[in-house]
């Protein structure tokens, strides 16, 4: 495929320096975390991945919120009593890797840019710590509801193994090509609730790269500053949440984040009008060193 070169940082977004974006040339997959959290995760009771199946939650409702990366330990003081923390391997905060497929003209951005009601995101997402990779299909449906579907594969590859192609035969434009367009990396923290289904997860150390062509050298990744992307999934937005509880008392509020949307509109020449919003939430939170633990805004 024809790749664009990558943006330089306020290349994309007329009349913003996007200082909140740093470059370089992390290892592939393994953001640096910002943050010492062990004293606030020591006060979580661990959880194993076998334990939580019951809170997989592949048909959810879903609600994000985007936090400056210092308010990530008084938040998960603040939550202890009421999740416990997903811990693999003894480790809390997990690498992710997943690898973004889209159609040569960018299909499934320009449904989320343009506000189609039904959309769909298809990648390769890659768990370092089980050694596992699976081909996941998403679909934001018209009722606001989330249904993710999922193969096991053996690592992203191009074109799709069968399996792939059977999983995402249903999604429309999936008869045409489909590539690789970009990676979305960073540390996870999976809070499971305690008698809830619910999930609560909190990614930092976000990184946006875009796949190098084979034989070439990886391009620098992009690095949101003092960001944390929190997201509550749970099986119905009536569903009482402590944390949409503790986010209300804080001042926090709910908005999306699109990690693939955000990515593409700052490493390609793509339409990102739609997209702008989040950039300037993204400046506003590199600028804080603290947050507000009152209402005071």
């Known amino acids: 495929m024809t790749r ?3 943006a330089v940082p306020g290349s ?34 661990p959880v194993a991945l076998h334990e939580v199946a019951h809170a997989a939650l592949m048909d959810r409702c879903e609600t994000k919120f985007l936090l400056p990366a210092a308010a990530l330990p008084q938040l ?19 690498p ?38 699976f081909l996941e299909v998403k679909e934001r449906c018209p009722n606001g509801r989330t249904i993710k579907t ?19 035969s249903g999604v429309p434009t999936c008869g045409r090509v489909l590539e690789p367009k970009l990676w979305v990396n960073y540390s996870r923290i999976t809070l499971v609730g305690i008698g809830r289904p619910e999930r609560v997860t909190l990614d930092l150390g976000l990184e946006f790269q875009m796949p190098a062509a084979e034989g070439l050298a990886p391009l620098p990744a992009l690095h949101p500053e003092n960001l944390v992307v929190v997201e509550l999934k749970r099986v119905s937005a ?29 490493l390609y020449p793509v339409r990102h009008n739609a997209f702008k919003p989040q950039h300037l939430a993204m400046q506003r939170l590199a600028t804080l060193e603290t947050q507000p633990t009152e209402r005071s805004r």
Request: with cysteine; proline share 8%.
């Open 4 to 6: 664009p070169e990558p």
């Open 12 to 45: 994309l977004v007329p009349g913003s320096q996007l200082s909140y974006l740093s470059l370089g040339h992390p290892p592939l997959g393994h953001p640096a975390v910002p943050l010492d959290l062990g004293t606030a995760l020591a006060e979580y009771s």
């Open 76 to 94: 998960l003081s603040a939550l202890s009593l009421h999740y416990q923390v997903l811990t693999i391997g003894g480790q809390a905060v997990l």
């Open 96 to 133: 992710y890797r997943s690898l973004y497929l889209d159609t040569p003209e960018f299909d499934f951005y320009y449904a989320h840019h343009n506000g189609r009601a039904r959309r769909y995101k298809v990648r390769f997402r890659s768990y370092e710590q089980t050694r596992t990779t």
């Open 150 to 168: 999922r193969a096991l594969v053996e690592q992203p590859q191009y074109p799709l193994p069968h399996v792939g192609t059977a999983l995402v």
């Open 238 to 266: 009536r569903q009482l949440s402590p944390l949409e509880a503790y986010a209300r008392a804080q001042g926090f509020r709910s908005g999306g984040l699109s990690k693939y949307g955000v990515g593409c509109s700052l």
